[in-house]
C-alpha cells in the first residue's frame, strides 16, 4: 500500500464550481500535513497546512480525521487560476516529507 | 522574499558521467532536501540533511549520490555515475524546521532538470 493515496484524477470543473480533493496515508504515526499546489513543471508550492480541528483559508477548507487517516481539500468558487496539480503532503517523525501522487485539476470558463 | 536558488536549470549529460547539481538554501534555515520528480511522476523524497549530516535517506539515495554542504551557503548533490533512470527534475528545499509541526514548511527551488544520455 502507498504511504500517501490520493484521488488520481484529473478533474475538468467550470469556474464557480466546488470540488473536493481526498487523500489517505498508511502511516499512523504521522504527526503533519500539508496540501502544496504544482503547476506544470514548476516546483511545489505550500498551499495550507492542516490542522486536526480543520482549517480555512479563503475558499479553500482542509479537513483531517485521524482516525480514519484522511485528509482532505475543498476548493469553493473555483478560478482558472486554481487549475494545477495539487499534492497531499504528510510527514512523521523526523526529516522524511512523503508526497502524495498528486489530483490535477482543470478549471475551465 | 528569500527564496531557495539552484544551478544549473538543466543539464544534459552522457550515461555514466558524474553531475553535481547545486543549491542555495534559505539563509536562516538549518534542514536542507533533495527531492527528484521524474517526468509525469510523483515527487520523491531522496535525502534531508541537519548539523552538517544526512539525517534520513530514501531507498532511491543509493551508493551513486552523495551530498554536500562545502560551504556556509552551498547544498550540492552530486551523482557519480549517471545512469538512464536518473533523468528527473532534481529539487532543493530547506526549512526552518524538520517537517514537524507546523513550522515545517518546505520551500523549494525551482528545480534542476538532468537529462542523461
Known amino acids: ?15 464557480g464550481a466546488t470540488v473536493a480533493f481526498n487523500c489517505t ?32 483559508d479563503g475558499r479553500f477548507t482542509a479537513q483531517l480525521n485521524r482516525a480514519s487517516q484522511y485528509i482532505s481539500l475543498l476548493i469553493r468558487d473555483s478560478k482558472l487560476s486554481d487549475s494545477a496539480t ?24 | 522574499e528569500p527564496e531557495v536558488t539552484q544551478t544549473p536549470s538543466h543539464q544534459v549529460t552522457q550515461m555514466g558521467q558524474e553531475v553535481i547539481l547545486r543549491c542555495v538554501p534559505i539563509s536562516n534555515h538549518l534542514y536542507f532536501y533533495w527531492y527528484r520528480q521524474i ?12 548539523n552538517n549530516e544526512i539525517s534520513e535517506k530514501s531507498e532511491i539515495f543509493d551508493d551513486q549520490f552523495s551530498v554536500e554542504r562545502p560551504d ?28 514537524t509541526g507546523f513550522s515545517g514548511e518546505l520551500f523549494f527551488g525551482e528545480g534542476s532538470r538532468l537529462t542523461v544520455l
Not at chain 1, 498508511?26 to 482549517?55: H, T
Not at chain 1, 503532503?89 to 489530483?103: E, L, P, S
Not at chain 2, 517526468?39 to 541537519?50: A, C, P, W
Open chain 2, 72 to 99: 556556509g551557503s552551498n547544498f550540492t548533490l552530486k551523482i557519480r555515475s549517471t545512469k538512464l533512470e536518473d533523468s528527473a527534475m532534481y529539487f532543493c528545499a530547506s526549512s526552518e524546521a524538520p517537517g
Open chain 1, 86 to 109: 495539487y499534492l497531499c503532503v504528510v510527514n512523521r517523525r523526523g526529516f522524511k516529507t512523503i508526497f502524495g501522487a498528486g489530483t490535477r485539476l482543470f478549471v475551465k470558463a
Open chain 1, 25 to 56: 496515508y498508511s502511516n499512523s504515526a504521522s504527526q503533519s500535513f500539508f496540501w502544496y499546489r504544482q503547476d506544470c513543471r514548476k516546483e511545489p508550492k505550500l498551499l495550507m497546512s492542516v490542522y486536526s480541528s480543520g482549517n480555512e
Open chain 2, 39 to 50: 517526468l509525469g511522476q510523483k515527487v520523491e523524497f531522496l535525502v534531508s540533511f541537519y
Open chain 1, 1 to 15: 500500500r502507498k504511504e500517501v493515496e490520493q484521488d488520481p484524477g484529473p478533474f475538468n470543473v467550470p469556474e
